[in-house]
């Protein structure tokens, strides 16, 4: 199994790889890797105390597996409220706000796609997203507008090449996007992926499907791919637009469900892949395909 993290700075990779691990397996699992490529825009972060301690502590999961399918009612508590714990909300609002808010501007992207077919942007639609997403996102704008795509995508296509066998990729945030790319390159056609899991991913926003895969619609999912599952907090301002069936396809391969995690801004990896459900997805999807180093 590969993790592919998302954007913004991490704690140094091992120390990152053994989080996740632990999160998901309780310990360190030789045959899991990480595509690594925070160390492209932002360095090496220096160990710290509490990183190391964040690793090799038991990470606290979710009380309660609060699981919206897509279709269902949104208004469903959050993750603790049935235990009495609070969710996190940025801001301070209530979450019956913000995903309120959150489904308001959903809607508005919808009737956005609705006008305009979501299939021909303009020009003047890609420089505003290159201008707002390079200042909000700088690590989306350096992946897509600043040179750095190529080095970015080698950790993934170095553990690709380095695994043998039916592999189940992870990927969060930005690294669905790598992810995606990766996998079209001819090098990777014949890798077998049974099973694509995104959590937090922006691949269903229109900007980033047309810098991802043009304006083709839907658009193809990776040939390697048997099945894709993806994940999404209401409140995830990364995820704003969590629907991929009708962007990508053949539809019939994607599942999607949403999910309440514990999360400031709801969009970390670590809190989705603690969240009962995910975790369940996850670790069965490696029992039933394991990997090999090569």
Known sequence: MIYVH?????????????????????EAVPETRLAYYADVLHGERPPTALGRLRAAAPHRRATTATVEAFGEAEGAAPAGAADGLPDETAGGGTVDGETSTMRRIRDRLQRHEDATNADRPGWLEREAFKLIGARLLPDVGAYFFGGHMEAMREPLRIALRETTGPVVIVSHSLGTVLAYHVLHEPEFADVVVPHWITIGSPLGIDEIRWLTSGVVRPAPIPPSVARWTNIADPLDPVALDATLADEYGPADLIEEFRVSIRSRMHHSMAAYLAHDRVRALVTDAAARNPARRG
Do not use: K
């Open 6 to 26: 998302g954007i913004g700075r991490q704690d140094p990779p091992d120390i990152l790889h053994a989080r996740l691990d632990r999160i998901l397996f309780g």
